[in-house]
């Protein structure tokens, strides 16, 4: 059964139309690519997911539950934890207490968290804010998991670090799949996401424009869809 569902989401921001027609699943354990140019709705994808700019057309449903109409508080409740763009911790909190702070009972604990990235056991009590770019990275990746959610999304989550930081954000990625979570991830880094996704879906202009397996996101319709 499919964890999460659009289907033909149509998505506004004010009058301006920023999806015409969104539909994308990810399945109990799978990982889904969401990839597409700048500006193309992948984080307005994920606000109507999330409630945060609600969908006016079309259907969304999280673990077979119909999430459009809901607010987000409501929605993230159900279970879905976020990485935003840009990563977002308590800069005035310890690594432990941002880590403490978005507890929620289930597999992911504090011990977990600090096993798939050492880097942070090292560093619990230092302020969030003292930390370098891909250790923040990382804590945001680690608070989302600490809500232990049936679904990860993670918007960007190697943009704009050093390369070392990369591989190892995408080690722990490798990782949570081979445990069976289930993530929708955006990211341009297409060598290391292609290998770990199960699908793609692929926008443009507001519009799923593919959707399949890998395999069949074949370098002309990367060309296409992807290039500059
Ligand atoms: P990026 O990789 O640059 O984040 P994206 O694929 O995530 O791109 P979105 O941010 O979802 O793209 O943008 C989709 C469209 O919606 C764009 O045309 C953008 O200009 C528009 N848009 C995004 N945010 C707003 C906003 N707050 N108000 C009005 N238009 C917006």
Redesign the pocket.
Known sequence: MSLLVLEEIETF??A?Q??FGVSLAVGEGEVVALM????????????SILGL?PARAGRIAFGGKAVTSLLPHRIARLGIGLVP?GRRCFANLTVEENLLASARRGAWTLAKVVDLFPRLGERLGQYADTLSGGEQQMLAIGRALMTNPKLLIL??ATEGLAPVIRQDIWAAIRRLKAEGESILV?D?TLSELLPLTDRCCV?E??RTVFSGPPQAFTRDLQDRYLGV
């Not at 597409?36 to 606000?47: D, F």
Request: glycine letters at 20%; aromatic letters at 4%; charged letters at 30%.
């Open positions: 921001y004010g301006s920023a999806l597409g140019r700048n500006g193309m709705g992948k984080t307005t994808t994920i606000r700019t763009e918007d960007e955006v341009k926008l202009k507001g």
